[in-house]
C-alpha cells in the first residue's frame, strides 16, 4: 500500500515535472494589459493600401497620436497589392499581442473573403475588431443639367430602359459596384455599369457625357459639387454626409439600400481583451482631438468612434449585406 502510495506520488511529481518543462517551451502569451505596449517595441499600423491615399492619410493622423498616447513608435507600413489581400494577410498572420494592427476598409476588407474567386487565405474570424474610426460615404451623382434630378427619377427612366441608363462606378465590384446592384435589386431595374479605375476617371466621363450618373466617394464630389459641374442626388450610408446634410440617403428617398464605407483598427485574432481595450480607448481618445476632426475634414472624412463590440455587430451587418450583392455582380459579367 505503501509502496503503491510512493509510485503514484513520484508519477505526479514526473507529470508536473515535465508540464512545466512544456509551458516553458510554449511562446508566450499574449502581454497582458498593464504589460502593453512593450516599452521601446513599436507598433506596426498596416495599411493594405499604396501611400498617398484617403485611408493612408488617416492612419497616419492616427499614428502620430497614439504614438504620443501609447508612448511608444507607431509606424505606418503600406502593404498595397492583391486588392488589399496582402497587408490583410499579413496581419492576420501576426502574433496577436496588439504590437501588429491595420488599419482596414469595410467593406473592402469584408469583401475579399465573401468573394470565393479572390481565394483570401483569411475570413472574419481571422482578425480582432479594436475600433471605428472614420465614416466616409458614396454619393450618388449626375451632371449639374441632367434630366433625372433625384433618385426616383433615375430609377423611374432605368425602368423605362432597361440597362440604357450608364451608371459608372470605381470599379467592377467595388465599394461603389455594390451598392449600385443593391439599387437594382430594391429599385427592380436594371443599369448599364461602366467601371472605371478610380473617381477622377469616373468624373472625367461623367463631366463628358459619357455616363449618366456615377457612384463615387464624397471626396471626388466636393470640388464639382463647388463648381456646380455635378449634383449629388443621394448619400450611400446610413447618415446624410456632414460635407452634403441636404442630400438624403436612400433609404430616406425609400430605396433600402445602406452601404456605408469605414476605416477600421484591427488586429490578429487572439488578442486579450484588456489589450483591445487598451487600444480602443486611444482611438476614442484621437477622435476627441480637435486637431484630427480639422485634418480629417480636410480630407472630406467624419471620424466616428464604435468600441470592439459594437464595430463587430457592424462588420457583421456589413458581410450580411455584402454576401448577396457579390452573386448578383458576379452574374452581370
Do not use: C
Amino acid at each position: 500500500m505503501a509502496l503503491g502510495s510512493g509510485r503514484m506520488r513520484r508519477g505526479a511529481f514526473l507529470a508536473l515535472a515535465a508540464a512545466a518543462a512544456l509551458a516553458a517551451t510554449l511562446p508566450a502569451s499574449p502581454a497582458a494589459a498593464q504589460d502593453f505596449p512593450q516599452a521601446g517595441r513599436p507598433i506596426a499600423l498596416i495599411v493594405p493600401f499604396a501611400a498617398g491615399g484617403t485611408t493612408d492619410v488617416s492612419a497616419r493622423l492616427l499614428a502620430a497620436f497614439l504614438e504620443r498616447d501609447l508612448a511608444v513608435p507607431v509606424q505606418v507600413v503600406n502593404r498595397p497589392g492583391a486588392t488589399t489581400q496582402i497587408g490583410n494577410a499579413e496581419v492576420a498572420r501576426a502574433r496577436p499581442d496588439g504590437h501588429t494592427l491595420a488599419v482596414a476598409s469595410l467593406p473592402s476588407l469584408a469583401m475579399t473573403y465573401l468573394d470565393a474567386e479572390r481565394r483570401a487565405p483569411y475570413n472574419r474570424d481571422s482578425f480582432t475588431p479594436v475600433a471605428h474610426f472614420v465614416a466616409d460615404a458614396n454619393m450618388l451623382i449626375v451632371p449639374a443639367n441632367s434630366p433625372h434630378a433625384s433618385t426616383a427619377a433615375l430609377v423611374a427612366a432605368a425602368r423605362a430602359a432597361p440597362r440604357r441608363i450608364r451608371v459608372g462606378t470605381v470599379g467592377l465590384m467595388s465599394n461603389a459596384h455594390l451598392p449600385g446592384v443593391a439599387l437594382e435589386r430594391v429599385a427592380g431595374v436594371e443599369f448599364a455599369f461602366v467601371h472605371f479605375n478610380g473617381g477622377a476617371p469616373l468624373m472625367t466621363a461623367l463631366l463628358g457625357g459619357n455616363v449618366d450618373a456615377g457612384i463615387v466617394g464624397s471626396q471626388v464630389v466636393i470640388p464639382q459639387a463647388r463648381a456646380g459641374t455635378v449634383r449629388p442626388i443621394a448619400t450611400i450610408g446610413n447618415a446624410p454626409s456632414p460635407f452634403f446634410p441636404d442630400v438624403q440617403t436612400l433609404r430616406a428617398q425609400g430605396f433600402d439600400v445602406s452601404h456605408p464605407s469605414s476605416f477600421v483598427v484591427v488586429g490578429p485574432a487572439g488578442m486579450e481583451t484588456a489589450v483591445v481595450a487598451k487600444l480602443s480607448d486611444a482611438v476614442r481618445r484621437a477622435l476627441d482631438d480637435g486637431e484630427i476632426k480639422r485634418r480629417l475634414a480636410e480630407q472630406a472624412l467624419s471620424g466616428v468612434y464604435m468600441d470592439a463590440a459594437a464595430l463587430a455587430a457592424f462588420w457583421a451587418d456589413v458581410e450580411a449585406r455584402q454576401r448577396p450583392l457579390i452573386d448578383l455582380a458576379r452574374q452581370q459579367r
